[in-house]
Nanobody, 117 residues
Framework: QVQLVESGGGLVQAGGSLRLSCSAS????????MGWYRQAPGKEREFVAV????????TYADSVQGRFTISRHKIKNEVYLQMNSLKPEDTALYYC??????????WGQGTQVTVSS
């Protein structure tokens, strides 16, 4: 069992920045990757970014490429999402997830990001 706790969400003006953090605890030895999804009101959950745990290789959604940066701290079992040049359309509940070697996912409770225009 893996537990994920997100933090760092909040309210920011368009063009501003936020940094999300996600801390994993429990059975994390088989961690393959950690990442972020988001869900805006009335919309489906969408992929944001993921980082390969072994080598730190990131993958981003087109909508955030060049503005968001994902990173990790292997010893702390933490993943971060630095979000710059935020837009109102980035407003959503951001969920952290972790994937193990069997492609099973565990999810956090989410942290709200609101970008005002």
């Amino acid at each position: 069992q893996v537990q994920l706790v997100e933090s760092g969400g909040g309210l920011v003006q368009a063009g501003g920045s936020l940094r999300l953090s996600c801390s994993a605890s429990g059975r994390t030895v088989s961690n393959v990757g950690m990442g972020w999804y988001r869900q805006a009101p009335g919309k489906e959950r969408e992929f944001v970014a993921v980082i390969r745990w072994s080598n730190g290789a990131p993958t981003y959604a087109d909508s955030v490429q060049g503005r968001f940066t994902i990173s990790r701290h292997k010893i702390k079992n933490e993943v971060y999402l630095q979000m710059n040049s935020l837009k109102p359309e980035d407003t959503a509940l951001y969920y952290c997830y972790i994937t193990d070697y069997a492609s099973r996912r565990s999810w956090g409770q989410g942290t709200q990001v609101t970008v005002s225009s």
